[in-house]
């Protein structure tokens, strides 16, 4: 599932702050936040968290991620960070990651580029594709955003058929003025999934918030 058009994330470090609303009633939602790259995002307290240990063997499993911050959380009673790269997820999971780009990234990044992260979204992209085990690409949302402070980026909602399977996958992406830092948050799960579970995963995207230094 990892396309991954854009190469060479340099690492750093960041700081993971969950924190959850608290009050008379039930919390209604986890916020998560990257206090160092002035970003967080928001999920439903009931969705739970991939353990970090856990992720980060995902991702060295599947090629590695030099992100400064990556995490995640699933909807449901039994998260598996093997739903990150699967086509079959039930519930939704969501996956953020947060990380510099070396000068050759951020002279190539483009919006089609932000678009294909993972799967390949843009016309070029899709037919220069020489896998056949995707089909049936359907797009659902493609929007520009420029949420301010010179962050621009897009959101991208998009169906892939995978074994017989269909997923929808929500996807938004941002970097900063001078391209230097990439900002991603993608949820996804099986197409009835997304559907059923549309009004709360609309909250977790639009929650998506990037503040510039």
Same mark, same amino acid.
């Given at each position: 599932?990892?396309?991954?058009?854009?190469?060479?994330? $340099?690492?750093?470090?960041?700081? /993971?702050?969950?924190?959850? #609303?608290?009050?008379?009633?039930?919390?209604?939602?986890?916020? $998560?936040?990257?206090?160092?790259?002035?970003?967080?995002?928001? #999920?439903?307290?009931?969705?739970? !968290?991939?353990?970090?240990?856990? %992720?980060?063997?995902?991702?060295? !499993?599947?090629?590695?991620?030099?992100?400064?911050?990556?995490?995640?959380?699933?909807?449901?009673?039994?998260?598996? $960070?093997?739903?990150?790269?699967?086509?079959?997820?039930?519930?939704?999971?969501?996956?953020?990651?947060?990380?510099?780009?070396?000068?050759?990234?951020?002279?190539? %990044?483009?919006?089609?580029? /932000?678009?294909?992260?993972?799967?390949?979204?843009?016309?070029?992209?899709? !037919?220069?594709?020489?896998?056949?085990?995707?089909?049936?690409?359907?797009?659902?949302?493609? !929007?520009?955003?420029?949420?301010?402070?010179? $962050?621009?980026?897009?959101?991208?909602?998009?169906?892939?058929?995978?074994?017989?399977?269909?997923?929808?996958?929500?996807?938004?992406? %941002?970097?900063?003025?001078?391209?230097?830092?990439?900002? #991603?948050?993608?949820?996804?799960?099986?197409?009835?999934?997304?559907?059923?579970?549309?009004?709360?995963?609309?909250?977790?995207?639009?929650?998506?918030? #990037?503040?510039?230094?």
């Amino acid at each position: 599932m990892a396309h991954r058009v854009i190469k060479g994330l $340099v690492g750093g470090c960041a700081v /993971l702050l969950g924190v959850a #609303v608290t009050g008379c009633a039930a919390p209604q939602y986890t916020y $998560v936040a990257n206090s160092s790259a002035n970003t967080y995002f928001k #999920v439903p307290h009931e969705w739970h !968290q991939i353990s970090a240990s856990a %992720l980060d063997h995902e991702l060295n !499993q599947s090629g590695g991620s030099n992100s400064s911050w990556t995490v995640a959380y699933e909807a449901g009673s039994s998260p598996n $960070v093997k739903d990150l790269f699967s086509f079959d997820a039930t519930q939704p999971f969501v996956f953020a990651e947060v990380g510099d780009l070396n000068s050759t990234s951020s002279q190539e %990044l483009s919006y089609d580029s /932000l678009k294909d992260l993972f799967l390949p979204v843009s016309s070029q992209a899709r !037919q220069q594709e020489s896998s056949s085990q995707l089909s049936g690409f359907k797009s659902l949302r493609d !929007q520009t955003l420029t949420p301010g402070q010179g $962050v621009h980026g897009v959101r991208e909602t998009f169906d892939y058929t995978d074994g017989g399977v269909t997923d929808t996958f929500d996807e938004v992406a %941002l970097t900063n003025s001078d391209q230097t830092v990439l900002y #991603v948050l993608f949820v996804h799960c099986t197409s009835t999934c997304y559907q059923n579970d549309q009004t709360e995963i609309n909250d977790v995207m639009s929650s998506f918030t #990037v503040r510039s230094p």
